[in-house]
């Protein structure tokens, strides 16, 4: 069993900046993936990147240039640092780790940019 927990949400302006940390404790050194997945009221929840055990990180199309995930999966920390936050990534921001045969999801922490 793997435990995650997220935090550094908040309320910050559009341009403005964010560290989100995810803390995992339990089993760690099974998990070979962590990502960050965010999900907007009314909306899908989607990728936001993500870091493999091999160091390849990944991020999706919206935040390419703005968003660096960091940390090392066998680590209990990762962190999403976002830059040049916009309005539209106001959503509920979630860590999850992956392992051989099941995945494990945080509670989400909340993200809201003003204009």
């Known amino acids: 069993q793997v435990q995650l927990v997220e935090s550094g949400g908040g309320l910050v302006q559009a341009g403005g900046s964010l560290r989100l940390s995810c803390a995992a404790s339990g089993s760690i050194s099974g998990i070979y993936r962590r990502d960050w997945y965010r999900q907007a009221p009314g909306k899908q929840r989607e990728l936001v990147a993500g870091i493999s055990s091999d160091g390849v990180t990944k991020y999706g199309d919206s935040v390419k240039g703005r968003f660096t995930v960091s940390g090392d999966t066998a680590k209990t920390t990762v962190y999403l640092h976002m830059n040049t936050l916009k309005v539209e990534d106001t959503a509920v921001y979630y860590c999850?780790?992956?392992?051989?045969?099941?995945?494990?999801w945080g509670p989400g922490t909340q993200v809201t940019v003003s204009s």
């Open positions: 999850k780790a992956v392992t051989v045969g099941a995945a494990y």
